[in-house]
């Protein structure tokens, strides 16, 4: 399997290749050339499978020959062998037509964990082949910072800068990256938002000064590999539920586009996928785009669902190159537009092609409380502020009542407390596998929000 930049000039890499790239050299990102195809009786066939095995049949056509197929499935058996449930994203229905599919089992509690754990082992797997080293800088909204901190703390070859914007995460969000105590591992809190620290790692992978000294590499879902490992989530649901014989359709809490890309891989490789529907928080971006076509940024609002307090959606790229025809050079334009003016027009085909499986829509704080108060009481389900917001999407959007509406649950409530006491009265506790998370020492370096300060602090401090 081949990758190529949708900026059209990055050279194409093996899925060993991007797995290290990250972004590609043009400051695009990386997507398969073709993809791969699964008939309704192939994915019949995976009915029943353990989670690592399904995990490991539907990756082998992205990973190709980068790694044999009994080695792969030693990794996700590695991988989602670290989950709390025998399941490892197992379903709970709501009501005769709604169902949350839980993603927050793994070791820090929000869907991250599902493609960084496995992520983590890839590094390991690919830089022993080279001996090389790897030095990550990644910026988090609050969950991928946890889940690759706890994926790569300890390793020898990889050492990883984690940026998250300061004051703007949850206190278990922040604890879980900032009492990991390993020498591989430096927290950096900056005055800014999630979109300031992430424009600041792409700078870092065009910036010679840091790449002639250092190999940069990415656990933000500009990387493909995590795309990859959450495509698998939508063929287990779907197989529980009646595919390939059935249409489903998701609800995905969404801020980086990533997730539900994944879901529009899976369809792409022909699981039969009713509609994706796309809901956001106030910062509503994705649904303006998607809705109008208008793809314009203003200023980030803190919300109770810190993860999605997102304007610029990277993923959103990978989408508006594919169905918009494919077409490295146009897309290069359109960004370089973008990154100009901060605003865009989708294309006629983008937004065509985007409508054939995308709805959106957009949740403010009350619509997010009532959604949680109704997984509450009529369904004994505490849901955390981003699922809230997924689930009120999901209700909202009125499928007919024989598609079943799995909206994905992408973090455990009790990362989230005080929003979900202030919608439902009850406070959601621990689980015990993150131990005594408030009494350890927290340990982070704080940064003025300037590029500069940033790029500086990696250069005096990696090794
Ligand atoms: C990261 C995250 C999201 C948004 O996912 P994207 O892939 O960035 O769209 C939603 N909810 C939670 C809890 C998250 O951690």
Redesign the pocket.
Known sequence: MKYVSTRGSAPALDFAGVTLAGLASDGGLYVPEEWPQFTAGEIAGMRGLPYADLAARIMQPFVGDSLDPHRLLELTRQAYGRFAHAAVTPLTQLDEQQWLLELFHGPTL???DVALQLLGLLFEEFLGRESGNLTIVGAT????GSAAIDAVAGLDNVEIFMLHPKGRVSDVQRRQMTTVRAPNIHNIAIDGSFDDAQAMVKRIFADDDVTAKHRIGAVN?INWARLMAQVVYYFAASLQLGGPGRKLAFS?????????FAGHVAARMGLPIEQLIVATNVNDILHRALSAGDYSTGTVTPTS?P??D?QV?S?FERLLYDVGGRDGSAMADQMRAFDAARKMQLTNAQREGAAALFTSLRADEDDMARAMRWACEDCAEIV?P?TAIGLHAARAADLPADIPVVTLA??HPA?FPDAVERATGTRPSLPARVGDLFSREEAFTELPGTYDAVRDHILENAS
Do not use: E, Y
Request: aromatic share 8%; net charge negative.
């Open positions: 929000a869907f991250k909204s609050g969950d991928t879902s995905v809490p969404t801020g980086n586009f990533g997730d539900v669902a993860s999605m997102i959606s993923n955390d981003h992408t973090a990362k």
